[in-house]
């Protein structure tokens, strides 16, 4: 049973427009969650994260919305580079321990 | 700081050889972690430690060892390969009283 998942694997958005990155979970007692970044060939890195007690996280051209009655939390991207195409994980903290989503390939093109 | 670092990159291992995946931090982190990511699919995790003498299982742990007698080493044993470990291995470290985990670049492990 996936307790966080990423419904769409896929995202293609143009430069300069947002990009929203959703994430569902499950378990209504993880207390923290993260956005990691990964490119090919490489570890993933951690993006910005966002505390249960809170409702949004920004930093920079990333925010992290979250919505604990939906279960819901989104990443948004404003303005979108070409540089931000990667493949981004959510990830829910349950303890010591991370559960990772499937991750979604953001493609942002000129 | 090097960061974390994993040796070696790549390997290809024939069906019932064995190996040991390295892991190193320098950051004097007291939690690392072992992940597997098959394609199409998230981070699974193997097994993790909180500390040097301490492991524990985590959701795919089955045909893994771990041991980690220094803070800083966190090798990760296969015994006998099998085709379904073919996959890209990460380890992570991370401190106790911070949520965030720091990645190595990971191994691409093939099993034939």
């Known amino acids: 049973d996936q307790q966080v998942k990423q419904n769409s694997p896929s995202l293609s958005v143009q430069e300069g427009r947002i990009s929203i990155l959703n994430c569902d979970y499950t378990n209504s007692m993880f207390d923290y969650f993260l956005w990691y970044k990964k490119y090919p060939a490489e570890g993933p890195t951690f993006l910005i994260s966002?505390?249960?007690?809170?409702d949004k996280n920004e930093d920079g051209r990333f925010t992290v919305f979250l919505n604990k009655s939906a279960k819901h939390l989104s990443l948004h991207i404003v303005p979108s580079q070409p540089g931000d195409s990667a493949v981004y994980f959510c990830?829910?903290?349950?303890?010591?321990?991370?559960?990772f989503g499937t991750g979604t390939r953001l493609q942002v093109f000129p | 700081n090097a960061g974390v670092t994993q040796t070696p990159k790549f390997r290809i291992l024939k069906i019932g050889q064995s190996m040991t995946l390295q892991c190193t931090q320098d950051m004097n982190h007291n939690y690392m972690y072992w992940y597997r990511q098959d394609p199409g699919m998230g981070l699974k995790l193997i097994y993790y430690s909180v500390g040097a003498g301490i492991t524990d299982k985590g959701e795919v742990p089955n045909g893994y060892n771990v041991s980690r007698s220094t803070t800083e080493d966190f090798p990760l044993r296969l015994e006998l390969a099998a085709p379904s470990q073919t996959s890209v291995y990460f380890c992570a470290s991370g401190q106790g009283n911070v949520n965030e985990q720091f990645f190595g670049p990971g191994t691409r492990l093939t099993v034939l």
């Open positions: 990830a829910a903290k349950n303890t010591d321990k991370l559960i």
């Open positions: 966002i505390s249960s007690i809170k």
